[in-house]
């Protein structure tokens, strides 16, 4: 049976990585696979080196189809007509593709396969008999947008996999019987660190919180800075809190600029520390007390907050998107309303209360083990295929 797997970029990123893994997934299960990319690049690499057959059709470059301005996001019409035009110059040389190939399943990571497997198929027609399988990691920042997926792109689709059932549930119901949940899982890195007799130190007697994004407004910087100005109020000040990441666009310079700011006007130098870029976060985590999300607009699974469970770290997140998918509240640690009151309470409690940490602590590495292992994520995987494939 042969299996077209298809990724819009070769580079590496959060999906991509599942992708990655999904790729090893279908190589144990004996398919006979072929692998499309839109670029080189990391996972190109990594995939070349385990020997799978790889074609390039470079994608173009998109232009960002939506904007903040003073905390709310803005569509880009015109910028989205423009990649859409973009994506459909692909078509005719994807459809002669498929139609030579005819794979047995075609698998699409992530929104530009899927919007050019559409195109291709509404303009030139089905180039072969296949069960079409798409992944979705993001969220449609729109109703319109929604709309126009569940309604227009989704049409040529068996399957959707989405990866928390938060992302599932912005499905209208007439697509509910093409989904499945399956959540993502990552390596467990932290035996490997321990043989390795590693020791991350962090040489303060102060509790040390991480909180690990690009700098950007969705990701809540600011609402971290407001809940952190409210414990200094409070008294709190046996803690620092250290935001890994940087900007990556004007916009988000502006807003890492005001973020500086703040912390000068209220005074929380001594607290608040921003770090850069880190190209292992994972090394910086293991140093912290607790690690923080504080996402203003829905993220659908965070990896980051996998990797906080998977090293033990106990969590205070804002309830966006997956994140209570990942963080059971209460036993790994906490997950509140994006509110500064209710971030700053839940890491007050966990700042005073060292117990309560390793308590959440040990439940969030048995938690990993359980629900978010890569053995976890291939046995899931494995039985949606089967159900999807029965069908």
């Known amino acids: 049976m042969k299996v077209l797997l298809v990724n819009p970029v070769g580079e590496w990123g959060g999906a991509e990585k599942i992708f990655f893994l999904v790729s090893q ?6 398919f006979e696979l072929y692998v499309l990319l839109g670029s080189r690049g990391i996972l190109y690499e990594k995939l070349r080196n385990l020997n799978f057959n790889i074609s390039i ?5 998109l232009s960002e189809n939506s904007i903040v301005i003073a905390g709310r996001r803005f569509q880009l019409p015109h910028h989205l007509l423009k990649n859409l035009r973009k994506i459909k110059i692909l078509s005719k040389k994807f459809w002669d593709y498929l139609r030579i190939l005819k794979p047995d399943i075609i698998y699409l990571n992530n929104l530009r396969s899927l919007v050019l497997y559409y195109e291709t198929v509404r303009t030139y027609g089905k180039p072969c008999e296949a069960v079409v399988i798409w992944h979705e990691h993001g969220y449609q920042r729109s109703i319109i947008r929604q709309l126009i997926l569940d309604k227009i792109y989704l049409k040529f689709v068996d399957a959707v996999i989405c990866v928390s059932k938060h992302l599932a549930n912005k499905h209208l119901k007439d697509v509910q019987q093409k989904l499945y949940v399956v959540h993502n899982g990552i390596p467990d890195e932290l035996n490997a660190i321990e043989k390795e007799n590693v020791r991350y130190e962090y040489n303060n007697n102060k509790v040390l919180i991480i909180h690990p994004a690009f700098i ?16 200094v109020k409070r008294g709190v000040r046996n803690f620092e809190i250290w935001f890994f990441g940087e900007p990556r666009s004007k916009q988000d310079y502006k807003y890492f600029k005001k973020l500086k700011q703040f912390v000068r006007s209220k005074n929380l130098e001594k607290q608040v520390f921003f770090k850069g870029f880190s190209a292992n976060i994972i090394d910086e985590m293991l140093k ?17 907050l996998l990797e906080a469970s998977m090293i033990g770290k106990p969590v205070v997140t804002t309830d966006a998107g997956g994140s209570g998918e990942i963080v059971k509240n209460g036993e790994t640690g906490f997950v509140v309303k994006k509110d500064k009151r209710e971030l700053a ?10 117990e309560l940490r390793d308590v959440f602590s040990k439940n969030a590495r048995d938690r990993f083990l359980k629900e978010f292992s890569i053995l976890a994520f291939e046995k899931r995987f494995l039985e949606t295929l089967e159900s999807i494939l029965r069908r």
Not at 57 to 61: A, G, K, L
Not at 216 to 231: E, N, P, R, S
Not at 345 to 354: G, P
């Open 25 to 30: 997934i279908f190589q144990k299960t004996g």
């Open 57 to 61: 059709m470079n994608f173009p470059d």
């Open 216 to 231: 950007t407004y969705w990701k809540g910087q600011h609402l971290a800075l407001k809940a952190v100005d409210l414990l």
């Open 288 to 304: 912290a007390d607790i690690v923080i999300s504080t996402s203003v607009e829905d993220d659908p699974f965070p990896t980051i």
């Open 345 to 354: 309470s839940a890491l007050c409690e966990l700042i005073q209360n060292k």
